[in-house]
Nanobody, 122 residues
Framework: QVQLVESGGGLVQAGESLRLSCAASGGIFSINSMGWYRQAPGKQREVVATITQGGRSNYADSVKGRFSISRDNAKNTVYLQMSSLKPEDTAVYYC????????????????WGQGTQVTVSS
């Protein structure tokens, strides 16, 4: 069992910033990748940014230059610093983690948080 808990969402005006946090806990042997995804009303869930244990990151074209993902491996926590927010960034943001369980023969897991709402007003 691996649990992810997101925090940091809220309501902001266009041009402002938010910082999202996601902490993973449970029977974790290692986490290879963590990331942030979002889903806006009427749209499919899309990847926003991902980061490997080694610190390699990838971003959706729509957020490049505005968002920054980072992680604290010791705390199994991933962050998303969002700057210059736009109304089109409004969505529920979900944290994701992929890695290996401590038990169960080191089986791979993928886990999702419950989501945190980000609303950007114009």
């Amino acid at each position: 069992q691996v649990q992810l808990v997101e925090s940091g969402g809220g309501l902001v005006q266009a041009g402002e910033s938010l910082r999202l946090s996601c902490a993973a806990s449970g029977g974790i042997f290692s986490i290879n990748s963590m990331g942030w995804y979002r889903q806006a009303p009427g749209k499919q869930r899309e990847v926003v940014a991902t980061i490997t244990q080694g610190g390699r990151s990838n971003y959706a074209d729509s957020v490049k230059g505005r968002f920054s993902i980072s992680r604290d491996n010791a705390k199994n926590t991933v962050y998303l610093q969002m700057s210059s927010l736009k109304p089109e960034d409004t969505a529920v943001y979900y944290c994701n983690a992929e890695g290996l369980f401590t038990t169960l023969g080191r089986r791979v897991f993928t886990s999702w948080g419950q989501g945190t709402q980000v609303t950007v007003s114009s």
